[in-house]
């Protein structure tokens, strides 16, 4: 077996912790929707699936460039990963237009996941330009597994949200 | 120059107040834990000792309803999640941990200091609370609606949010450097069935809180967001639930129930072999039980909430789950017991507490298996029942360990041994002043005495137990004292002893008390779950800068050696710059503290530059 540095271990206990906060958030989304008979409650227009599902492939493609282990691949990653993050900012402002976190419970888990969601990856672009600053092999490693995680979650989160479509 | 003379010199820190400021070592940060949990310990028990105080006799007014709603609620908080768990994690954990495991310190020894900083600055937000006079008050689960904004307009709750969710920070890194350190940092030869039992204890500890804790965290923000932004998690007008709360809520807090206990059956599985010279009976079973019961504690949550109308079936899923968790405990009790049977016990002070500990938790379980019955449960909700078992089992079960730790661990810190007969006086004056607090609520309880409440009317029958309860506190109170008095005294004036009066079973008795800043001059081979009574063995002495040996999870097989960090400004800084954010956040200057929080990303480029 193969010995995993220390740093490894500890960017999976992060994961691990915020993979289950995720947990906790869409099991909210789905707790408020089981006990609404109508979801989304309150005349607000399902989500349209193109969009999310399009940005989250891109997120989940970023991650091939990040494991190719070079600065190069990294600025290619940093550009998809800031490209999906500036799409993802302005839907989300976009969307407060037709309602906010403030008009039901549904405005309140819809934006709260998505926001939580757009956080994680603003810190995984903060994690990138670190590392293009300050290169170290070890860095390289553990922030590729932080953006798998992210794409992971992403995915999950998307899921949650299309569902509303169902 | 001699290979420990270089380790001195390498591992030293700066002397003085900036030394302690930036102190990177796991035995500096295990004191500042301590002294800090320990002055919180003095106000939790100050408040439940003014509650107790006004409870002593009916139609009392010692405190008025709103003062004594702030005591219990801070009472509850300050207990759980700035005295025990700090105390064993941080406090115990921190200073143990890496003696015990012969390392020569945390895995992240930055991000340990930086765990304490957050905890210290979180301490200070919540007692800011009741300096400001708006201190938590909806008790320590907090229910919605009651906590609302329109039941409490005031700070209060936001303050309850945003100290719990800063100290989950704090938890959860803690948790983490643990995990990581258990597994990655133990001396070559430590395969996990060589472990120390009190390690699999805060394992367990600490795979609990890093998953328990975000459903806390995610909890508190909704109710920060409910009150002050206007979302409605929990407004059912507006599609959300109330019951939420509760289910987000105990999905943490019956974990957190275990987290707390398990540490405490780390530190009598450390007491017991060395006062019975006889190992731990079922080591492999002891170790799994450990791990079990933190796991089933993620699937009984709603056993809190069988008096809030859920669906019969889904109430019999949780009482059956629920009495699962006597299967690992009482693994553990039989384990004990066998073990101080078989061999030949010396009652000494530490070993009493353990004794203690075992008699409450037996007395505190067996209520506890009480409330599996759904319709006593549903009876008994809300009285004083449930405070004498949780009592029994949290003061009791939990906190006679870590008296006992305190005993046991004194010589290894200090290098003098305690006084042994007010020792052994202040564990019976404990004792006795704990059952006769906590035994006379089952009484009431029954009664009906409902909890929560700061007054009660003469003529019920209450005001005798309340009494005796009242009588009870103060004698605790003795106890404690004395013991502190008598760690106090002998740390001046202690009688010096060498690295090992116990002739203890585990790695932190092979080295000098107080241990040096290096812990092992040598790095120690281990080839038993006892390796002070096995001869030593070791030939790593690694003196080129802060070296650490990394082994591998499972085998503890050595892989690298690594080198690990020296002290750093960043993490009290780091503190500080987040203590500022929850502080803009609790006055709703969001957009300042957004700038606080950039800050605190700047603060932690540099510190990784």
Known sequence: MSAKPVAWWGMMMLVAAEATLFGTLIGTYF?????????PPGGIAKPGAVVPIVLALVLVASVFPLRLGTRAGIALALLMQAGYFAYAVHDFADR?????????????????LLGADHAHVAVGLLFDVWLLANWRTIGLRVITVYWIAVAVLTLAVTGTILSARA | ???????????????????????????????????????????????????????AQPNSHVVGPEAYDQLFSLHGITMIFFFIIPMTTGAFGNYLIPLMIGARDMAFPRMNALSFWIFLGSGIFLYASLALGSAPDAGWFDYVPLASRQFSPGRNIDFYCLALIFNGVSSTLAASNFIVTILKLRAPGMSLNRTPLFCFAFLAASFGLLFALPALTADAVFLYLDRRVGTHFFDVAHGGSALLWQHLFWIFGHPEVYILIVPAFGIATSIIPAFTQHRVVAFPLVAIAELLVVFIGFGVWAHHMFATGLPTVTLIFFAAASALVVIPSTIQVF??????????????????????????????????????????????????????????????????????????????????MYFE???????????????????PMHVVGLDGMPRRVYT?????????????ETVGGY??????????????????????????????????WTIPSPPPEYNFAVIPHVT??????????????????????????????????????????????????????????????????????????????????
Not at chain 2, 546 to 558: F, K, N, R, V, W
Request: glycine share 12%; charged share 10%.
């Open chain 2, 528 to 609: 038993s779950a006892y390796p002070n009574w096995e001869p030593l063995a070791g030939d790593l002495v690694l003196d080129e800068g802060h070296q650490q040996p990394i082994t591998t999870a499972a085998d503890g097989e050595l892989a690298e050696i690594a080198q690990m960090p020296h002290e750093s400004p960043w993490p009290v800084l780091l503190g500080l710059g987040l203590a500022l954010v929850f502080a803009l956040l609790v006055v709703e200057k969001f957009l300042v503290a957004g700038i606080a929080l950039g800050l605190c990303a700047l603060v932690l480029a540099a510190w990784h530059r």
């Open chain 2, 335 to 416: 384990a004990w017991c066998l073990t101080i049977l078989s061999g030949t016990a010396r009652f000494r002070t530490p070993l009493l507490f353990i004794v203690g500990f075992i008699l409450f938790f037996v007395v505190g379980g067996l209520t506890g298996i009480m409330f599996v019955a759904i319709p006593f449960d549903q009876q008994m909700t809300d009285t004083y029942f449930v405070i004498a078992h949780f009592h029994y089992i949290i003061f009791g079960a939990a906190v006679f360990p870590i008296f006992g730790g305190m005993y046991y661990w004194f010589p290894k810190l200090t290098g003098r």
């Open chain 1, 31 to 39: 707790y408020l929707r089981f006990s609404t008979p109508h979801w």
């Open chain 1, 96 to 112: 407060l237009h037709s309602f906010t976190p403030q008009t039901n419970a549904y405005g309140s888990i819809y934006y709260v």
């Open chain 2, 1 to 55: 120059m001699t290979a420990v003379g270089l380790l001195e010199r390498q591992w030293t820190e700066r002397p003085g107040l900036l030394g302690w400021l930036t102190t990177t070592d796991h035995k500096r940060i295990g004191l500042l834990y301590f002294w800090t949990t320990l002055v919180l310990f003095g106000a939790g028990g100050t408040e439940a000792l003014l509650m107790r105080t006004q409870l």
């Open chain 2, 475 to 508: 004698i605790t109170l003795a106890g404690i004292l004395l013991l502190f008095g008598n760690l106090v005294v002998s740390y001046v004036r202690g009688e010096r002893v060498g690295r090992d009066p116990w002739h203890g079973p585990t790695l932190e």
């Open chain 2, 421 to 439: 007969l007010p020792g052994q006086i202040s564990f019976w004056i404990i004792f006795a002043g704990t059952n006769l607090l906590f035994f």
């Open chain 2, 456 to 468: 009660y009317p003469g003529g019920l029958g209450w005001g005798t137990y309340n009494l005796i």
